[in-house]
């Protein structure tokens, strides 16, 4: 009772500071609300110190909030990734602040026109415990060179990470510049339901439904990157060793817990047997130990183990086939970490079926044709990502135009991720909006259309009284 009490205390206090934080964000930004492109830079090439210099701590602190996160992954896809995007931005944001000219039609004439990218204002950042650097600092240095101030809720689930985070932007910007929060989940709603000029949140379908009802309140804008099912379908003669191989990263990567990973396998139906045993042998290769093996990431928590491990008993109870991949026959008792598993027979009634695994289990369906792989995942919600792999252009053609999703890669997993000049963003249940590219500048930025008229006034031809000469001249020639 004590420890619930001294809790609510603490995410009471942080609401407010929140409230306070936001206040001061808005009128510093009325202050100066279009900063300099040398400006911009500066404030984002403050992060990569912040990233490079204290590795080893971000890499110590998520693997505590893990429990073992490996070392090697937290530098791969959250460092490594970040600070490509970082040099990507400050190379291209001069560029992207420059105004677009556009085309002045005959009804406009004389006069030119042109769309400048104003900074909005303050913006919102609701950060996952997957991938809690990058999602939270990825977002940041584009919502920064889109010239805003930001306000960064960090996930209850990575305390560690969120301390560590805050304490460093801290040391680096003012707190009406970039601050971040930290609290549990009440905290998480306040924040949701600020008058942020834009939110972008990052998480699973269900929340994203509560966030977005809540910026509705406000008429926020919200970018939601949630997730789904992705796909994997292999093509007919692929070669299943090197398919194995490339599904591995994108599945193996954090233990699966990633909102691109592979969710389901469709695999040819006379090449299920040579899949099997090439995914096995691909994952021993990977990890022939798993329960005190540093490269082997943990599931972040119990209520996570818990639902993973659920739905692999309730698709045995039902009749599903499990293959679970264990290369030393280890006692996984007490671990907080699950072993690679294939679930093969599943039906449509099974929660593994239906909801996104987000974990180290993975389906494998068979399939007879190409349309009946496309159709298949054409019967279910539209995912994050797809991948296809087949060196054939005109199946390539086919899935691509006959799918769709927020986003896919060929011949590969979750690559497409790190391609900065690309956006990133999910259709339907598994998001709306992009945040990389150009196109994630954009999202941050006011697209504001100018028109300046000319000295001379043409429109004093058009004025009333109607049906004068002009009038009759234009409809002739401009209403067919």
């Known amino acids: 009772m004590v420890a619930e009490v001294k809790e609510l205390q603490q995410n009471n206090t942080e609401i407010q500071r929140m409230q306070r934080i936001f206040d001061a ?10 900063p300099t492109a040398e400006q911009r830079i500066d404030l984002i ?26 070392v090697d992954e937290t530098k791969l896809a959250e460092i490594m990734i970040t600070l490509e995007g970082l040099k990507y931005t400050t190379k291209r944001l001069r560029k992207w602040m420059k105004p677009s000219k556009r085309h002045v039609s005959a009804l406009s004439w004389p006069g030119k026109t042109w769309v400048e990218y104003q900074p909005l204002g303050v913006v919102g950042i609701m950060v996952p415990w997957n991938y809690p650097i990058q999602l939270a600092v990825v977002p940041l240095i584009t919502a920064l060179a889109a010239g805003n101030r930001v306000m960064v809720k960090m996930s209850e689930a990575t305390p560690r990470t969120g301390a560590l985070l805050e304490k460093l932007i801290g040391e680096l910007f003012p707190e009406d510049q970039v601050a971040v929060i930290n609290g549990e989940v009440d905290v998480a709603q306040a924040f949701s339901q600020l008058p942020f000029d834009h939110l972008l949140f990052t998480g699973s379908t269900a929340v994203g439904k509560h966030v977005m009802r809540a910026a509705a ?21 692929f070669p299943m060793k090197d398919a194995a191989e490339r599904i591995a990263f994108g599945k193996c990567l954090n233990s699966g817990q990633t909102c691109v990973a592979p969710d389901y396998i469709l695999c040819p139906e006379h090449r299920m047997d040579e899949f099997i045993e ?8 990977s990890y022939p130990t798993m329960v005190n093996n540093p490269d082997f990431t943990a599931i972040v928590n119990e209520r996570q183990h818990s639902r993973l491990t659920g739905y692999i008993q309730e698709a045995r109870e039902k009749g599903a086939t499990v293959i679970e991949i264990n290369p030393a026959n280890e006692d996984f008792t007490g671990s907080q970490k699950i072993p690679h598993t294939m679930v093969l027979n599943v039906t449509d009634d099974m929660r593994i079926a239906q ?17 009946e792989a496309i159709e298949y995942v054409n019967d279910r919600p539209r995912p994050l990502a797809l991948y296809y792999f087949d060196w054939n252009q005109d199946n390539c053609d086919q899935v691509l135009k ?3 999703s927020g986003g896919v890669c060929l011949n590969d997993t979750i690559s497409h991720v790190g391609v900065d000049d690309i956006p990133f963003g999910g259709i339907g249940p598994s998001g709306m909006g992009a945040y990389h590219g150009p196109e994630g500048f954009q999202t941050f930025s006011k697209a504001k259309g100018i028109y300046k008229k000319g000295k001379f006034n043409a ?11 002009m009038h009759k001249f234009m409809f002739k020639h401009m209403l067919k």
Request: hydrophobic share 40%; aromatic share 10%; glycine share 6%.
């Open 459 to 469: 429109t004093r031809f058009i004025l009333p009284p109607y049906g004068r000469g």
């Open 25 to 34: 964000q808005k009128a510093a930004y009325r202050q100066h609300p279009y």
């Open 402 to 404: 006959h799918t769709h």
């Open 217 to 237: 309140n406000n008429l926020t804008p919200v970018t939601l990157e949630l997730g789904g099912k992705s796909p994997c379908i292999i093509g007919q003669d």
């Open 45 to 70: 090439s403050r992060i990569r110190p912040m990233l490079v210099d204290h590795q080893d701590a971000w890499a110590n602190a998520i693997s505590a909030d893990f429990t073992n996160r490996a």
């Open 278 to 285: 090439a995914w096995k042998a691909q994952v021993a290769q």
């Open 355 to 371: 909801d996104e695994i987000f974990g180290p289990l993975m389906i494998v369906v068979p399939y007879k044709t190409l349309n």
